[in-house]
């Protein structure tokens, strides 16, 4: 419990100093609603802190192919995302995350649209973000529909990041993000944890780069 106590600390104080930031000075720029899907590419890894329990971001992570929808009022973000591992089999692991948390917009340089509803927002943007919520882990792709008996490891996830992204017009945008987080999981159905080891809990790391369809105001 200290592990998981110490982890989830740490990101809830960058969480709270990412708000804070925020409501001190929100960028102009921000858009008040933003309904967003994405499609993504990179990978994520990790590393387990429980002994002689496997840890899901470790065994199974990799590179692979994602999407993401989600919704954001001013700087608080709602969002689901799955992402699929690719191996030199095809299809392996999936990773399926319900995140909350605040995601804001921070308007780069000076380049900005100059005609049509998005006049004076800018084409670059940075998005310091920090979540929390639930995830869920298969060793293999998903056959619908998803039970328990598909499912190696599930629980917490806590994480902060910073992405990036270019309009390329007022509701696509390509960018990349880098995030760092904490879990902690329990198993599922086909979890590999011994009989006496309830959960494992680490720290991961994953980067994509981003294909994002936006609609707001």
């Known amino acids: 419990m200290k592990k998981i106590r110490h982890g989830s600390l740490t990101l809830a104080l960058a969480a709270v100093a990412l708000g804070a930031t925020a ?3 929100r960028p102009a720029q921000a858009r008040l609603i933003d309904l967003r899907a994405d499609v993504r590419g990179g990978g994520f890894t990790g590393w387990g802190n429980t002994a002689n329990t496997p840890d899901f971001f470790d065994r199974r992570g990799g590179a692979g192919l994602g999407a993401e929808v989600g919704v954001k009022l001013l700087i608080f973000d709602v969002s689901a995302n799955f992402f699929q591992v690719l191996g030199g089999n095809g299809a392996e692991a999936t ?3 319900l995140l909350a948390g605040i995601n804001l917009d921070v308007p780069l340089g000076n380049d900005k649209f100059q005609s049509g ?18 995830a869920l882990g298969t060793p293999e792709p998903i056959h619908p529909p998803l039970d328990n008996a598909q499912i190696s490891h599930k629980g917490l996830v806590t994480n902060v990041g910073l992405g990036y992204e270019h309009f390329l017009t007022g509701v696509v945008a390509i960018g990349a993000e880098a995030d760092y987080g904490y879990h902690y999981f329990t198993g599922g159905g086909k979890s590999m944890m011994a009989a006496n080891q309830l959960y494992s809990s680490g720290t991961q790391l994953a980067g994509f780069a981003t294909l994002t369809f936006h609609l707001g105001y």
């Open 95 to 97: 990773l399926t995350q």
């Open 117 to 134: 509803i998005d006049r004076g927002h800018n084409k670059n943007i940075l998005h310091p973000l920090a979540n929390f919520g639930f």
């Open 23 to 25: 409501l001190a000075a």
